[in-house]
């Protein structure tokens, strides 16, 4: 079985891969807490290129698979990763308006997603 063979495996993968960019995000936050060109500094900044690398060649080979626009929506699914991983590791508040700036971008998500699935259901027909 090829690892991007259905959509389903194909959005499975790509979200995987946003939560590899988000993290990426958090680990550079990190790195901005220690002394500039420090060696922790250094480490952290290359544990997000190495991520940023996986990411960039995951994403080219989900592309392969799924229309730019569908990837493009499902990418705004990191700031809610941003949201959930700020409270996690950082401590940050999780207010009732990112509660619903969260769920408006998980709601929009689908909505496209659907659109996507109605229209491509009409070109079959």
């Known amino acids: ?14 979200h995987i891969l946003l939560v590899v960019y988000s993290i990426s995000s958090v680990l550079s936050k990190f790195a901005g807490q220690f002394e500039l060109l420090s060696p922790q500094f250094f ?37 809610v990763w941003g949201i959930i991983w700020g409270a996690l590791f950082f401590g940050e508040s999780i207010s009732a308006g990112k509660c619903i700036a969260a769920l408006l971008i998980i709601f929009g998500i689908l909505l496209f997603s659907h659109s996507e699935k109605i229209a491509n259901e009409k070109l079959d027909a």
């Open 43 to 79: 480490l952290f900044y290359l544990i997000v290129l190495i991520l940023l690398c996986l990411y960039a060649l995951g994403w080219q080979q989900v592309l392969k698979r799924m229309p730019l626009t569908q990837a493009f929506a499902n990418k705004a699914i990191t700031v």
């Open 1 to 14: 079985m090829h690892l991007l063979g259905s959509k389903g495996q194909s959005l499975f993968v790509l």
